[in-house]
Each structure stands twice: as C-alpha cells, then as structure tokens.
C-alpha cells in the first residue's frame, strides 16, 4: 500500500462473463468472452471512484476522458500533494494525454508495441537497471527517449527496458530480435522520478488488479443478473456502493491492514449468538470471543466517529 499524502489514481476495465442469449449489451470481446464490460476507477487506498457498466465489445479506453473529468475535478488541488493517474497500455492514446494534462494530473502508463517500437532505436543511453527486472526477474537494461504525440500538448517522457529473450542465441540476425521490451509513457519529469522509479511507480497498479478482484468476488460482480443494460448499471453502482463501505469500515478497524470483505463480513455480520426473548426483553447470547470482537469494532466505531 502507498503511504503518501499524494491521489493516485488507477484505471482499468475488466469483463463480466455471461450465459444468457438476450441480455442486453451482451457480446464477444478481445478474449473472446461473451460478456458486459466496465470502466472502473480506484483510489491507492482502494476506495472506487467510478463504475460504469458498458456493452461487452466496447474498448477499453471508450468513456475514460470523461471518467477522468468527473472524477479528477471533485478531488482538491493544492500546493503540497500532487495528482497522478497509472493505466494500461489500453488507454495510451492523446485524448487521455490531453485529459491528464486539462486536469492537472501527472500520469504513468504503458505503451503498446505498435507505439513504442519505432522508437527503439532512438534508445542509444542504455544502463544495466539496477532495482527493477524484467519478467520472469530477468536482469535488464534501462533508456529513455522522448515522444511526441500528434495533437498533443508537450513532448512526453518515454522510459523503456529491455532484456535478453532466453534460448535465443547472441548470432541473430537484428539486434531487437534478441530482446523483449517493456515501455511506459508519462508526463512526470526525471527530476521528480527517475526511470526505475517510474517503473517502480507503475508496478504498483496491481493494487487496482485485487481490488477488481475483490469487487468481483466479494460481491459476486462476476455474472450480472438482469435482461436490461440500464438495470445491470444500476446492479453495479449499488455493488460499488457496497464495496466502498465495506472497504471503509475495514480501514476503520484496522487502518493498518485493512481486511477483505469476507473477512469484513465475517467479524461484522456472521456472528453467531442466541436471541432469548423473556419478559419483554431480548437478549443476544454470544460466545466469549464473539463478545469481545463485538465490543472491540464497537469501541473503534465509537471512538472514530465520536459517538457517546
């Protein structure tokens, strides 16, 4: 988890698998799965800020610039924390650059291959990295280069690694034919980060990938259940709802480390206890250690909120 006063912003899309022949919106993606997809957004704490439902074959970047506006101009600006946002190579294109730049925000993401592979040979400053590795903890080398997107507001910062692709013998033909590659675009200056700490910096946007997850598992986000599109919306915004307060009382209980929502469920609601009804009175009977986890987010509650 970031410890840091700074918003960080993750973007993402992930699919929701289907069965049913009618449901609305329903269709073949990328993957080829039969499925809704949606365009989610979450904090570096967890918390989501954007859920919204979409035909199954929608691209994964459709809908982001507003997602960004709607979002980013409800967060305060201020001289002493700074506004940054990390996404795939999905949504690499100018109008989430120019969406970025509009809303005062510093971004990470990855570049495509079809993007980044006129520029390799633009890399001649290649160093052995030192605190990152490539897949498969490879060792590798690290450059930079510069692009500049057609339509866009700046030239932009490109930091690239390569590494040695393995049983492949150092007498091919083309040197590029020897490596794999690994490119990310931002606009955050070297003075800021440096190239592996841009690297660094967007690794931890698998952060957003348990999130996802926990959102789907936790609230059975997998499989949406009704025939309409608008109806399925409404399911996910009620999900996002839910995985938010969830995910708030589990930094209430512990701000340290926060649980998941079975976890959360289990302390808070699977309680087991025997209700005895007698003269006019209930009483909740619980085991002695269901009793102190009881009293125990009671007190937490209590105090976090002020109650009497």
């Known amino acids: 988890m970031q410890e840091t006063d700074d918003f960080i912003l993750d973007i993402d899309s992930t699919s929701h698998l289907q069965s049913g022949d009618k449901i609305e919106g329903a269709a073949y993606n990328y993957k080829g799965e039969w499925c809704l997809d949606s365009l989610v957004a979450y904090d570096q704490f967890g918390l989501q800020y954007w859920a919204e439902l979409r035909p199954g074959a929608t691209f994964t970047a459709n809908g982001a610039p507003t997602a960004l506006n709607e979002i980013l101009r409800r967060v305060p600006k201020n001289r002493m924390t700074s506004r940054y946002v990390r996404a795939d190579s999905g949504f690499c294109n100018v109008d989430f650059f120019n969406t970025c730049y509009h809303a005062d925000a510093k ?7 079809n993007m980044f592979a006129p520029l390799i040979k633009r890399v001649t400053n290649w160093r052995r990295a030192k605190k990152v590795t490539a897949k498969g903890g490879r060792d590798c080398e690290i450059g930079h280069t510069l692009y500049y997107p057609t339509k866009g507001h700046k030239a932009l910062r490109v930091v690239m690694i390569r590494a040695l692709k393995p049983n ?3 007498t091919a033909l083309f040197d590029d034919a020897r490596y794999d590659y690994y490119t990310w675009l931002t606009d955050i200056g070297h003075h800021e980060m440096t190239n592996e700490e841009i690297i660094l ?3 931890g946007r698998g952060h957003a990938e348990n999130f996802i997850r926990e959102w789907k598992n936790g609230f059975d986000m997998h499989h949406m259940p009704c025939l309409k599109l ?3 919306k409404a399911y996910a915004l009620i999900a ?4 938010n307060l969830t995910r708030f009382m589990a930094y209430t209980l512990d701000p340290q480390k926060p649980r998941f929502a079975k976890t959360i469920r289990f302390r808070m609601v699977n309680l087991a206890c025997q209700v005895v009804r007698h003269a006019r009175t209930v009483t909740l009977r619980f085991h002695p250690h269901v009793y102190e986890e009881v009293t125990g987010w009671l007190k937490t509650i209590h105090i976090q909120f002020g109650f009497a």
């Open 230 to 232: 608008t109806a399925n």
């Open 201 to 203: 910096f967007y690794r």
């Open 168 to 170: 492949v013998p150092n």
């Open 240 to 243: 996002a709802f839910a995985y």
């Open 107 to 113: 971004f990470v993401c990855a570049m495509r291959q």
